[in-house]
Each structure stands twice: as structure tokens, then as C-alpha cells.
């Protein structure tokens, strides 16, 4: 999201000139290992080595869009994962450096029950679903993935909440010697983001460990990932380790990084403008350029199960 242009735009016409800088950066980091973008691309990427393991039993859930899935290819090879680089094109050529196993997310803080899970036991938690989510980022483009995971609530009721908690904050890895981007001071390092504890409990918010029906490719935020699907996509924090309850809002890292423009809720809301470009339309991946962009719909087409999260907020103010 540091590129800050609608996606359509070549970005030699509009990309800030910092951008340019961090990216040239960026290249001679991951170079100087010998992982540079020339040597990425005579190593044929993982995901196009093969596809991830199969999820086992996994039911088809009712809360699922009828809408057409965007394919495989595009939801593995245009990706936003900072910890990869900034180009949609960054995170299948890099991911593979994450190594998945061993993992263990940490829950803590405000529970009475903290534990560490390990991703086996994650795996076995509750009853693995294929929910079809539309998926909305910030930058007003759009995807239809179909996700497997089940409701986060499921875990969350383990570890049985204080009554003092009131958020939850969820932290990806911090490995900068397989995630070139960590390298770099693009975001505050670990990536950090955070619901409101009744948006964490809602049946909406996955706890997700796969896509089209397979464990989660690297690039996708393996081995586990939340999925949050009325907020802006960066909500939804990929290859985390820990899962904090606290009593105070999370400080998050794109928060941190532009608060006036990436707000702690995000919801996914047509009415309200990023700074520097329109909410009201996005651009679905694998339509091409030059289709009719959509509407975008308010929470992102949820409202019935969400809006009453939402009831006495002003959203213009807690965007
Ligand atoms: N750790 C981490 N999580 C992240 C991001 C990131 O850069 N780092 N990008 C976010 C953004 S902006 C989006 S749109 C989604 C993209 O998820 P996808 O690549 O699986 O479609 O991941 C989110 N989660
Ligand atoms: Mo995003």
C-alpha cells in the first residue's frame, strides 16, 4: 500500500519517487543474497512448482458468495506481504524463503487459559470450512478466494477471555533472515493488526489454514492467517505467531505508519474516501484493466451480519 496509485495506472506514469528508491533498495538487499529479482526469475517459483497439500474433510460452508472465484494463478501471484517486497509480483517469487515448520502461535494476555498452540493442532481445532469470501483492499481492487479455516471464535473460546479484554491483536513472524523485506523499514517489523473483541468472536472472522481446498501457499500468509472479509484486507494479518488479548486498541503497523489513512476499524465502506482516491468502485483481479469496474458495497457486501457491530459509530470518524 506505500504504492499509492489505483492499480490501473502504469506505475512508471504515477509511482512516487520514494517508492521507486525503496524498491531499487529493496532489489540490492535481496540481491546481495543472491536472491535478486534475475535469480528469482530462473528459479521457477514454488507456487508454480506444484500445489499444497490437500485439507482433508472440508465442509462447504452456507455463508459462502455465489460469486465466480478468482482463479488459483491470480490469488497466488498478486499479493500483498510487505515481508516479501512491495510488488503484487514480490511475494510468489520470495515466499518460499519462509520455512512453515516447526510453527506455534502464542495466545496470551487477557485469558484465563494462555497457551501455545502448535499449527497441528490448530489444524485439528474445529471442523475445517471452505468459505467463499469476496476480498477488498484498500488500493480498490477485489478477489473472490475460496479460504479454508474455521470461525477464530472457536479458538477464542478456549483460551476463555478476561472480562477486561477488549481487543485482540494478532503479530506475524518476525524473521528478516527468510523475509527480505524485513530488511527494510517499510512497516514496523513485526506486521501488527487487531480487532475489537466482538469483531474477533463474529462467525465471519476466519481463523484460515488453507485456499482452494489445500494448505495456505506461503505467499497467502501460511501456515495460518486471520481473514476478516467486511475490512480492507490489510486487517487481516498473515503468518502469525501470536495472539494477543488486551484491554487497550493494538497499535497496528499500517496505523502507525499513515493514520490518517489506514484507520484501526478499515471497514470495507464505499462512502468513505481514502485521502487520496475513491472507496466508491473497485477493480476485480482477473477481469483485466479495461473492464466495468463494480460497486463497492458497503462492508464489503456483509452489512446484514456486521452493521450492528457498528450502530452508535460515527464511520467517517473510526475509518
Ligand atoms: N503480515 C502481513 N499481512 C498482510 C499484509 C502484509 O503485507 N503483511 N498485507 C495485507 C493486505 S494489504 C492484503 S490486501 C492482504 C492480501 O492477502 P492475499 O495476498 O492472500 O490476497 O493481506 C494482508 N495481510
Ligand atoms: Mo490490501
Redesign the pocket.
Known amino acids: 500500500?506505500l504504492i499509492k496509485r489505483p492499480s490501473d495506472i502504469p506505475p512508471s506514469e504515477i509511482t512516487p519517487k520514494g517508492v521507486y528508491l525503496r524498491r531499487r533498495e529493496f532489489l540490492k538487499a535481496t540481491g546481495a543474497l543472491g536472491l535478486g529479482a534475475g535469480l528469482a526469475l530462473a528459479r521457477p517459483a514454488r507456487a508454480e512448482e506444484g500445489r499444497g497439500a490437500k485439507l482433508a474433510e472440508v465442509r462447504k460452508s452456507p455463508l459462502s458468495t455465489m460469486e465466480p472465484l478468482t482463479s488459483y494463478k491470480d490469488?497466488t501471484h498478486?499479493?500483498?506481504?510487505?515481508?516479501f517486497g512491495t510488488d503484487k509480483s514480490d511475494?510468489a517469487q520470495q515466499a518460499h524463503l519462509l520455512r512453515t515448520r516447526p510453527w506455534t502461535v502464542a495466545v496470551e494476555g487477557l485469558v484465563r487459559r494462555p497457551r501455545v498452540y502448535d499449527i497441528d493442532e490448530l489444524l485439528k481445532l474445529a471442523p475445517l470450512e471452505e468459505r467463499i469470501y469476496r476480498?477488498r483492499?484498500?488500493?480498490a481492487w477485489s478477489?473472490v478466494?475460496p479460504w479454508v479455516g474455521y470461525p477464530l471464535s472457536a479458538l477464542i473460546r478456549q483460551v476463555e477471555p478476561l472480562g477486561s479484554a477488549k481487543f485482540v491483536e494478532f503479530t506475524?513472524v518476525l524473521r528478516p533472515s527468510e523475509m527480505p523485506g524485513q530488511r527494510l523499514p517499510i512497516?514496523a517489523w513485526?506486521?501488527v493488526?487487531g480487532l475489537r473483541l466482538d469483531e474477533a468472536m463474529h462467525p465471519l472472522t476466519l481463523l484460515c489454514l488453507g485456499l482452494y481446498g489445500e494448505v495456505l501457499p506461503n505467499?497467502?500468509?501460511a501456515p495460518v492467517?486471520i481473514v476478516v472479509p467486511w475490512k480492507?484486507?490489510?486487517?487481516?494479518?498473515?503468518?502469525i505467531v501470536k495472539i494477543r488479548f488486551t484491554e487497550f486498541q493494538p497499535r497496528t503497523s499500517w496505523n502507525l505508519a499513515a493514520p490518517h489513512e489506514y484507520g484501526f476499524y478499515a471497514n470495507v465502506n464505499p462512502t468513505v474516501d481514502h485521502p487520496r482516491w475513491s472507496q466508491a468502485k473497485e477493480r476485480r483481479i482477473g477481469e483485466g484493466l479495461f473492464a466495468r469496474k463494480r460497486d463497492t458495497l458497503m462492508f464489503n457486501g456483509y452489512a446484514d451480519q456486521v452493521a450492528h457491530l457498528y450502530a452508535d459509530m460515527d464511520l467517517r470518524k473510526h475509518f
Open positions: 500500500m490469488i498478486y499479493n500483498n506481504f510487505y515481508e511475494p476480498l483492499c484498500v488500493e478477489m478466494v506475524t512497516l513485526p506486521y493488526e505467499q497467502n500468509g492467517r480492507y484486507g490489510f486487517k487481516s494479518g498473515k503468518s
